[in-house]
């Protein structure tokens, strides 16, 4: 008997936690049956998904379903039981366990469905099938024998849908560590799990259905946190729903990983920002630069949203806490904002947007709002006027406050954020362009207007073409500055590598050719480095082997100018301060 557990991942880079601990479960309380493991990504071909699944040639199959590939595991499953018709194939995850027997009505091919967590009801079905195996010696179609595991909706022997109570919710320590080795997860993400549940209710959540925490003992923690370090993993992201809900375990791991940091290893949490205090926010500072990064869902500064979607939030703790470690100028942090939620319209989008940039975090995502089965915003849809997408993710259309033009500008926006601010590509020249709009929010507008204008939201652009197009666009609204902006533009294009192309704004350079010479040769070193003469007469000296450790950045020093002096990129060239 083989069961393989699949997982169609949204990027090569991501991994999927689910199939790895359920594998890892099923080994340990049925280790005779053959469990294997097989990762693709919504980029693959489903023809070579189809293949490879076929080669392994399984007796089972089980998909891990969720929102972003639900779409590609049905398309898979209705071609696989015409190339394996004896194949029995179960699903499992959040896409499918609200809407188990709905879903076995519509897909005939799918022999049943694991709903909710699925390690314990998963070890019993491999139990099952081991029972039938030995009872039939193959025939493995007896499927009476699925109806004392939990957490199964199956078809019964003559077609019936089946659907037994729920499994139990297991404590975090019977569960096994989901990795035995990394050799097949070298430059991915590896995500880790150090608690389950979350102890807030926010509506538009998944996580908030599970009212309670459970956790993973600080011994058991600390034995797999060396694992990785050891394994000189590049980054292992906890999947924690509020890693810090509890203050004495967030300290006591933080410290851990501070004393025991590998040089290499990057650690991403998710929190709430307004429940760091003071001892906490020490901790981090004595960080070496990208051991640790923070993501913070803000989604809005809307005292009206944040009770409807009963969110508990101190905006003013929020914004301090995020300060103060912006002023440790080590720690990466991503802030999250959501469009689409309840009493929030443009106008006030708008003023979240602006409240969160002014917090100047390294990357702010611009997210909208999805209606997810079984959270309570599904429930509120119609009294809210949700209009949202009828296949996955159930992106919203528009609300009660928020029509469907404003949303798709919103698109435009969130894009010239990604492409502009989130790359890290543009700091200097964003920071100087905020000088000529109100606030942050229209310069981002106006620049999605400029994109929509010309037809450039339908053209793949290189990196070079970025700056042109940003160019072009500050002649119309800066002009009288122009010469400003070519040196921060400048400035941008070399921050991040020793560009093999000129931009067609930037200056001649050969008048300057003895003197970069000099410079160079005053530096012992050409290759690894470049010298850019900007138009207020400034040598600006690129470091690209040293680079800082948050941004990737090189480092830079003013090597003749109005002053004679090291740059505050010098220490930490972040542009956003």
């Not at 997860?185 to 209710?201: K, V």
């Not at 300290?251 to 001892?279: K, M, P, S, V």
């Not at 979607?309 to 929020?318: A, E, G, H, M, P």
């Not at 912006?326 to 469009?339: C, E, F, R, T």
């Amino acid at each position: 008997m083989k069961f393989l557990l699949a997982a169609i991942n949204a990027k090569y880079i991501h991994s999927n936690l689910g199939i790895y601990s359920l594998k890892a479960y099923g080994k340990k309380h049925v280790p005779e049956l053959c469990i294997e493991i097989g990762e693709y990504t919504i980029n693959h071909q489903m023809d070579q998904i189809l293949r490879d699944i076929y080669v392994k040639q399984p007796d089972a199959v089980g998909f891990s379903c969720y929102i972003w590939n639900i779409t590609y595991v049905k398309e898979l499953i209705r071609d696989l039981k015409k190339v394996l018709p004896q194949i029995d194939i179960w699903l499992g995850g959040p896409e499918v366990s609200y809407c188990a027997g709905q879903l076995l009505k519509e897909e005939k091919n799918i022999t049943g469905i694991m709903c909710g967590e699925g390690e314990h009801t998963f070890s019993l079905l491999l139990k099952a099938y081991k029972q039938m195996e030995e009872r039939e010696k193959g025939d493995l179609k007896e499927k009476d024998s699925f109806s004392q595991i939990p957490g199964l909706v199956y078809r019964g022997p003559e077609g019936n849908i089946i659907e037994n109570h729920p499994g139990p919710l297991l404590p975090m320590d019977e569960l096994p560590f989901s990795y035995s080795d990394l050799k097949d997860l070298e430059n991915r993400i590896i995500y880790y799990e150090s608690s389950r549940g979350c102890p807030f209710s926010c509506s538009y959540c998944l996580s908030s259905i599970d009212k309670s925490v459970r956790f993973r003992s600080l011994e058991l923690v600390k034995k797999e946190i060396d694992f990785f370090l050891e394994k000189q993993a590049p980054q292992v992201k906890f999947v924690d729903r509020t890693f810090n809900c509890r203050k004495d375990r967030t300290i006591e791991i933080w410290n851990y990983i501070l004393n025991h940091d590998n040089g290499i290893t990057n650690f991403h949490f998710e929190i709430a920002a307004d429940l760091l205090d003071q001892e906490e926010i020490e901790i981090l500072r004595k960080m070496r630069p990208g051991l640790v990064q923070l993501e913070i869902g803000v989604q809005t500064t809307n005292l009206d949203t944040i009770k409807a979607i009963c969110r508990k939030t101190d905006l003013n703790k929020l914004k301090a806490a995020v300060e103060a470690v912006n002023q440790g100028k080590n720690v990466h942090q991503h802030l999250d904002l959501i469009a689409g939620l309840p009493f929030e319209d443009y106008e006030s989008f708008q003023k979240s947007f602006d409240q969160v940039y002014y917090m100047e975090p390294e990357q702010l995502q611009l997210g909208f709002l999805k209606v997810l089965k079984g959270s309570k915003m599904k429930e509120m849809a119609k009294q809210y006027g949700l209009k949202y997408r009828s296949c996955p993710p159930y992106e919203v259309l528009s609300t009660g406050w928020l029509t469907y033009e404003e949303v798709i500008r919103l698109k435009d926006i969130e894009e010239m954020v990604e492409v502009y601010y989130n790359s890290g590509q543009f700091t200097k020249t964003i920071k100087l362009l905020e000088t000529l709009f109100p606030s942050p929010f229209k310069m981002f507008e106006y620049l999605a207007d400029y994109y929509s204008q010309k037809g450039l939201f339908s053209v793949k652009h290189s990196r070079l073409a970025r700056f042109e197009i940003l160019y072009q666009f500050v002649c119309i609204y800066g002009k009288g500055r122009e010469q400003e902006f070519r040196d921060c533009l400048m400035y941008d294009l070399y921050l991040r590598e020793k560009a093999k192309s000129r931009p067609s704004f930037a200056s001649d350079q050969t008048p300057y050719k003895e003197d970069i010479k000099k410079y160079y040769g005053e530096k012992g070193k050409k290759g690894p480095a470049h010298i850019e003469v900007m138009e207020n007469g400034s040598y600006i000296y690129f470091d690209y082997e040293d680079r800082d450790p948050l941004t990737y950045n090189a480092r830079t020093k003013i090597l003749r100018g109005k002053t004679e002096r090291t740059q505050d990129g010098k220490t930490r060239d972040k542009g956003r301060a």
